[in-house]
């Protein structure tokens, strides 16, 4: 008799990724943190986890991203690492790991991959990071690029602000895309550009685009999941859509427990444990022998 097998859900890897641009196959792309949310994550189907930089503003309280060190990423990863069966893993190499030089940022990649367990790499900039992404493809590294918005140039920036709405601008960052994608990156984020820019240059790459604040009209779309769900508090960008309000919900249920346990009723008898023998009887018999 033959056994009965059970089937699991194909990997999600770089080529498929690659692929879905052909296929016209829309990319979906969260961000994770941890072990419970990457579990959740990945088991709803998504199609690529990042480990973003954005673990400093959602999850270690940072103003921006630029703070983020590599240990406290690596420790992310790692975590993030263990909750993911399915989906691709990326990780955000942040602010300081790969401006210095390129034989750094290539020591810094590999420690995604052989520590970390990550299958690919996110790194901002364009142009002028076309020559570290060929030495990352040497290197045997998957590369994810990143342009338009992107919030590791704070600074030059002066802020979260829109990219791209001037012609000039506009082929900027077309120029930039395009250099990524002939040094053979496999995705590029779009992020916080005009939409019919975004169409522009989803129509100029080979690699898929990944929209975030870009339209509808990238192949595909990644918010951090801590929008998503509703767990920031504060503004919400104008991109994001909440797909629930667990904030809410969250602040509700600890309020409920507080005045549960103040009127005693929390726990209550079925959530407590009960002796085989009742200490009481025990005690009594001992006292009258």
């Known amino acids: 008799m033959s056994q009965q097998s059970t089937s699991q859900p194909a990997q999600i890897t770089v080529p498929k990724i690659f692929q879905r641009k052909f296929n016209r196959d829309k990319i979906t792309c969260l961000t994770a943190y941890d072990f419970s949310m990457a579990r959740i994550v990945d088991e709803a189907g998504i199609d690529i986890i990042l480990v973003g930089d954005s ?19 690596l420790m992310h990863v790692r975590a993030v690492r263990r909750g993911v069966g399915r989906a691709l893993l990326v990780a955000d190499m942040p602010y300081g790991s790969f401006q210095v030089s390129e034989e750094e940022a290539v020591r810094n990649a590999l420690r995604f991959v052989k520590e970390g367990g990550a299958e690919a790499v996110k790194l901002e900039g364009g142009v002028k ?3 570290l992404v060929n030495r990352l493809m040497d290197a045997e590294v998957p590369v994810m690029g990143h342009v338009g918005l992107t919030p590791q140039s704070l600074l030059n920036f002066g802020g979260f ?8 601008a506009g082929e900027r960052i077309l120029e930039d895309a395009l250099a990524l994608d002939a040094a053979g990156v496999f995705s590029i984020v779009l992020e ?21 604040g870009a339209g509808p009209d990238c192949d595909g779309q990644v918010l951090v999941l801590n929008d998503l769900l509703g767990l920031n508090s504060g503004r919400v960008p104008k991109f994001v859509r909440q797909y629930a309000h667990l904030r809410e919900s969250a602040a509700s249920a600890i309020s409920e427990f507080i005045e549960d346990v103040k009127n005693s009723r ?24």
């Open 55 to 73: 673990v400093g503003m959602v999850q270690l309280g940072y103003d921006s991203t630029l703070p983020v060190g590599m240990e406290e990423m």
């Open 129 to 131: 990071r076309a020559s």
């Open 161 to 168: 602000k829109v990219q791209g709405q001037t012609e000039a």
């Open 192 to 212: 916080g550009i005009p939409r019919d820019l975004a169409q522009r240059i989803t129509a100029a790459v080979k690699a898929p685009t990944i929209g975030i």
């Open 266 to 289: 929390f726990p209550s008898d079925q959530e407590s444990y009960h002796s085989e023998t009742p200490h009481g009887n025990r005690i009594q018999s001992i006292s009258n022998a």
